[in-house]
């Protein structure tokens, strides 16, 4: 909790910094890939988190990555005051704000639909416009294939899961016909 409330703030901050510069697609864009590209190298991320490990070799380290990726000046200093506070590893946590901020900001909402079977686009697009009418917002719609849901669809909305899946659904018979013997 106390890294999440810490994490916030500094999301905070360098959202504040985009929203005065009127970068903050762009800044969360390379915030999003800088982050990505540390969570999908556990053993960077192990390293980073470590305290064994000085402080000038995780500097080291983070300064090779930002020669390597296309990321603005604003954007690497802010991922360096994170390697200097010794806060680097709750980049993913900082990343996670920033953008419920933007989204905040832009209007938006997240949308993630899994489904065992792929969506017609029409159908897709049908699902998108019902989630933007209900919400008020434009919808950035994810769909992911899990065919062990049988049937049926599960649409997660920001915080909010509806759980319309067959799976669950006998899941929910089988309790009640289990309660009623």
């Known amino acids: 909790m ?14 504040d910094i985009a929203v005065e510069e009127g970068k903050i697609e762009d800044y969360g864009r390379e915030l999003a890939a800088f982050a990505s590209l540390i969570v999908q190298n556990k053993a960077l991320q ?22 390597r990726t296309r990321i603005s000046g604003r954007t690497a200093n802010f991922l360096r005051l994170l390697v200097d506070k ?13 953008r419920e901020f933007m989204d905040k900001s ?47 669809l599960i649409v997660r909305v920001g915080d909010t899961m509806y759980d319309g899946s067959i799976k669950t659904q006998l899941g929910n018979m089988r309790k009640l016909l289990g309660e009623e013997r």
């Open 106 to 152: 832009l209007k938006k909402v997240r949308v993630s639909v899994k489904t065992p079977y792929p969506l017609t686009s029409e159908l897709e697009g049908a699902l998108k416009q019902r989630v933007a009418e209900m919400t008020g917002k434009d919808v950035e719609m994810t769909v992911e294939d899990d065919a062990s849901l049988i049937g049926g």
């Open 46 to 67: 192990e390293f980073l988190a470590n305290p064994i490990f000085e402080l000038k070799s995780k500097k080291n380290v983070i300064e090779e990555l930002l020669g």
């Open 2 to 15: 106390i890294s999440s409330d810490l994490a916030k703030r500094y999301a905070r901050a360098f959202f």
């Open 86 to 98: 010794q806060r680097i590893n709750l980049l993913g946590e900082v990343e996670n704000a920033y």
